[in-house]
């Protein structure tokens, strides 16, 4: 245990003792969101975000001790470990080098070389690696005998090339070596299947491509591994090799084996023992699990775009307790709506047809009028699907028609409202309601509280990821739980008003003990205090201890129920209070005099000076929630679809996705835009998400409107020139699952083919020509060279 503490310790930057507490607490059964808030004295102070990756980093290297401990344990009962070979395994720090020294050892089916070394061949392959001026064939023949399947003379020289192609190849340091040369300087390489073009066609941008293994980005990789698994690519992993010269890798075994060409009599055939070894034995073993890493690397990272994006989405701007319409468009089956009160409870549905084939235009807007009258709405929420722009421009008429109304509409992503409404939850939920109509609630409901509508849809269908699809299912879904418990953790969750998906969600809570809680409120009423948490069935102290912190009561018997003060710590509150000699009231919300107190005089054995600065900041505004100021954005009339697009339009767009390679902006025409990371800023950008998030509401440019491939690319540098731009820098396809950004272009690349194309402009460094990305933009960079010439 010690040597993973201090293992993580170092990866970390922080100190042993912060990791050890921060482990303990967590065996416990603390959760991270309680650690990070509670135990600050413990850890340190320790971040969610640290937290999360101890926790991670913990469960790896109690998983490589275990795989240690039973390598150590099988090779001992073979009785062939050695104190060198113990030292070996007990100092190898990743799972790769202890499988790469467990390999000769493994027990596994019988191989040629083990056939060969029953036959008495192990001899003659000592002989001639030893001796190279022996002749193969002479020596072979002494080897020659049929009772013992060893035929000929050629027979005796396979069984002989066997088993040192198999002693190469479990050469610990010998693999490393070779696995380290290709991890540097592989590339990966992709063709066209024969006869699969045109079915592929949505992969021709990876027909005839490579790149450095090292080098290739997320997307892309799931991109190769898509093309891979659909039987349209075939994916390779190797080394560049010049014309002429030996393989790289081949090169290297014969200098770690010794074996040289001086024209000797074995010579040759130890020549080609070195080429079976790195063709049949190391090589696909090292393209195997390189080709594992690239596919883990690319996962990883595409979890952690969606994983960020999702935190961004779910801790967006709510609109609030304000009566809400949602709207979910539809077409011929007419839209559907829903109006919630300002707590989220349903209060009406209806079903209205302004659109073909019906048309009833104003009788849709006399039904919404009505209804928004009747429930003194304030907001109407529009599902993004089919027919949104035509369900918009309804919501703006009925405001032109009824100022009075003081209706504001906003348009919402609808991702996951599908799922959630053919989901046990809602159909518990409103078990007599229509399935079509449980949506327009979802849209309602995810404009006034986005975080508590959203945890009800299992994270990976809310639609904000990059080739999600083709990631890890278990990977992805223990990653977005997290980001859902860490984000409704900040933002605290009110006792009395939760559903069970929500609370579900709450620190040291599972569904059972949400269920219990939600029966207890309605058996019981509102809860007065967080006491009373305690008698909930099967809701014990440890759970009350996790959970209590981030439970919210308003209007109850104490004002700090409503805070994030722990109960654990109201005596630091009482200690506050006694020697200043104020009350409570007065104290909440008393910046000036909550600032002018010293820390250091309310601490204890037990509450130190992390604590009692988190208690001050919350007496000063009790219950705050971290999330922005609610903003909206209006979409332009009249563009409504792909072809209103226009090259230079300025329009106002809600952010959707961020990738690694730019961001997916909605400017209402059914299709995100991609702002490319080089069109971000006017600065270098080395991270999208530094710049804009899931939720921001932006201006764009239009740089080029690709409408056979459904591809706008967008601007947010405002002084751009729109036919430059997207010729040299403008590129990739609409959003979600496919290339979400264009592979290098043809050149000068590490196989002699491939080379990443100019992405943006590094500082301080003026703009390079870039090549055409796609045939629209193309078009557009000759259009601005023949300009220039004119």
């Given at each position: 245990m010690q040597s993973i503490a201090r293992r993580i310790a170092d990866e970390l930057s922080v100190r042993e003792a912060q990791v050890a507490a921060?482990?303990?607490?967590l065996d416990e059964g603390s959760t991270v969101p309680f650690i990070a808030r509670y135990r600050k004295e413990a850890t340190g102070g320790l971040d969610d975000t640290q937290l999360r990756t101890l926790e991670e980093r913990l469960g790896y290297l109690r998983e490589l001790e275990e795989r240690r401990e039973s390598i150590l344990a099988s090779i001992g009962e073979q009785g062939k470990l050695t104190p060198e070979l113990e030292q070996q395994i007990r100092q190898a720090d990743t799972k790769t080098r202890l499988e790469d020294l467990y390999l000769p050892y493994k027990q596994k089916r019988r191989t040629k070389a083990q056939i060969a070394r029953e036959a008495g061949l192990e001899p003659l392959a000592d002989l001639l690696l030893s001796d190279p001026t022996r002749k193969p064939e002479a020596e072979a023949a002494?080897?020659?005998?049929?009772?013992?399947?060893?035929?000929?003379?050629?027979?005796?020289?396979?069984?002989?090339?066997?088993?040192?192609?198999?002693?190469?190849?479990?050469?610990?340091?010998?693999?490393?070596?070779?696995?380290?040369?290709?991890?540097?300087?592989?590339?990966?390489?992709?063709?066209?299947?024969?006869?699969k073009a045109e079915e592929g066609a949505k992969f021709s941008d990876y027909f005839g491509f490579s790149e450095a293994w090292a080098k290739v980005p997320s997307h892309r990789a799931l991109a190769l591994f898509r093309g891979r698994a659909q039987g349209v690519l075939d994916l390779r992993l190797d080394l560049a090799v010049d014309d002429g010269q030996p393989h790289p890798a081949e090169t290297a075994i014969t200098?770690?084996?010794?074996?040289?060409?001086?024209?000797?009599?074995?010579?040759?055939?130890?020549?080609?023992?070195?080429?079976?070894?790195?063709?049949?034995?190391?090589g696909p073993h090292i393209e195997t699990d390189l080709m594992g890493s690239l596919r883990e690397r690319a996962e990883d990272e595409a979890i952690r775009v969606f994983a960020r994006n999702l935190h961004d989405l779910l801790l967006a701007a709510p609109a609030g307790p304000r009566a809400t319409i949602g709207l979910d468009p539809g077409i011929r089956t007419g839209v559907k709506v829903a109006v919630v009160d300002a707590t989220g409870k349903l209060v009406e549905t209806t079903t209205v047809y302004p659109h073909p084939p019906r048309n009833d235009w104003d009788g849709s807007l006399a039904v919404l009028a009505a209804l928004a009258k009747r429930h003194g709405a304030e907001l109407i929420s529009i599902g993004n699907g089919t027919a949104s722009r035509e369900t918009d421009k309804l919501a703006s008429d009925l405001m032109k028609r009824h100022p009075e109304l003081g209706l504001t509409k906003l348009v919402v992503s609808e991702a996951g409202a599908s799922v959630y409404s053919?989901?046990?939850?809602?159909?518990?939920?409103?078990?007599?309601?229509?399935?079509?109509?449980r949506g327009a609630v979802s849209i309602a409901r995810r404009l006034q509280d986005p975080l508590a509508e959203l945890v009800k849809i299992e994270p990976k269908s809310i639609g904000v990821g990059q080739y999600q699809h083709d990631v890890s299912g278990s990977k992805l879904a223990r990653s977005l739980d997290a980001v859902v418990?860490?984000?409704?953790?900040?933002?605290?969750?009110?006792?009395?008003?939760?559903?069970?998906?929500?609370?579900?969600?709450?620190?040291?809570?599972?569904?059972?003990?949400?269920?219990?809680?939600?029966?207890?409120?309605?058996?019981?009423?509102?809860?007065?205090?967080?006491?009373?948490?305690?008698?909930?069935?099967?809701?014990?102290?440890?759970?009350?201890?996790?959970?209590?912190?981030?439970?919210?009561?308003?209007?109850?018997?104490?004002?700090?129920?409503?805070?994030?003060?722990?109960?654990?710590?109201?005596?630091?509150?009482?200690?506050?209070?006694?020697?200043?000699?104020?009350?409570?009231?007065?104290?909440?919300?008393?910046a000036r005099f909550l600032r002018s107190l010293a820390p250091d005089e309310f601490t204890d054995e037990r509450f130190g000076v992390p604590t009692v600065e988190d208690i001050l900041k919350e007496l000063e505004k009790p219950g705050r929630d971290p999330r922005p100021e609610f903003k909206t954005a209006t979409f332009r009339d009249g563009?409504?679809?792909?072809?209103?697009?226009?090259?230079?339009?300025?329009?106002e767009g809600v952010v959707t996705n961020v990738t690694a390679f730019g961001a997916f902006v909605d400017v209402g025409v059914h299709q995100d835009g991609l702002v490319h990371i080089s069109q971000l800023s006017n600065s270098f950008v080395k991270d999208p998400h530094t710049?804009?998030?899931?939720?921001?509401?932006?201006?764009?440019?239009?740089?080029?409107?690709?409408?056979?491939?459904?591809?706008?690319?967008?601007?947010?540098?405002?002084?751009?020139?729109?036919?430059?731009?997207?010729?040299?820098?403008?590129?990739?396809?609409?959003?979600?699952?496919?290339?979400?950004?264009?592979?290098?272009?043809?050149?000068?690349?590490?196989?002699?083919?491939?080379?990443?194309?100019?992405?943006?402009?590094a500082p301080k460094q003026p703009p390079k020509p870039a090549e055409p990305v796609n045939n629209a933009f193309a078009e557009a960079f000759a259009r601005a060279q023949a300009s220039r010439k004119r």
């Open positions: 921060a482990v303990a607490l002494a080897f020659v005998d049929p009772d013992r399947q060893v035929a000929d003379v050629k027979a005796a020289l396979d069984g002989a090339r066997h088993i040192l192609v198999e002693r190469f190849g479990e050469d610990a340091e010998l693999v490393g070596r070779l696995r380290g040369l290709m991890a540097d300087k592989g590339v990966v390489a992709s063709k066209v299947i024969d006869g200098a770690h084996t010794g074996i040289r060409d001086l024209g000797r009599p074995a010579d040759k055939w130890l020549s080609d023992v070195v080429r079976w070894t790195w063709k049949l034995k190391i053919a989901s046990e939850t809602a159909a518990a939920e409103f078990p007599s309601l229509d399935v079509s109509l418990e860490d984000c409704v953790n900040a933002v605290g969750v009110d006792l009395n008003t939760a559903s069970v998906p929500l609370l579900t969600r709450v620190s040291g809570l599972n569904e059972t003990i949400a269920r219990n809680i939600v029966e207890f409120r309605d058996r019981n009423g509102a809860f007065r205090s967080r006491r009373q948490l305690l008698d909930v069935p099967r809701l014990g102290p440890k759970t009350f201890e996790q959970a209590a912190g981030f439970l919210r009561i308003r209007g109850g018997d104490n004002p700090l129920d409503t805070s994030a003060v722990h109960p654990e710590a109201y005596p630091v509150v009482e200690r506050i209070l006694k020697k200043t000699g104020r009350e409570l009231g007065s104290v909440i919300g008393d563009v409504e679809e792909l072809k209103d697009l226009q090259t230079g339009m300025v329009l710049v804009v998030k899931a939720g921001d509401v932006v201006k764009v440019k239009v740089l080029e409107v690709d409408i056979p491939r459904k591809r706008i690319a967008l601007t947010m540098r405002m002084g751009e020139p729109a036919a430059r731009a997207a010729a040299g820098e403008a590129g990739g396809p609409a959003r979600g699952g496919r290339d979400d950004r264009r592979p290098p272009a043809a050149g000068k690349g590490p196989a002699g083919k491939g080379q990443a194309a100019p992405r943006q402009s």
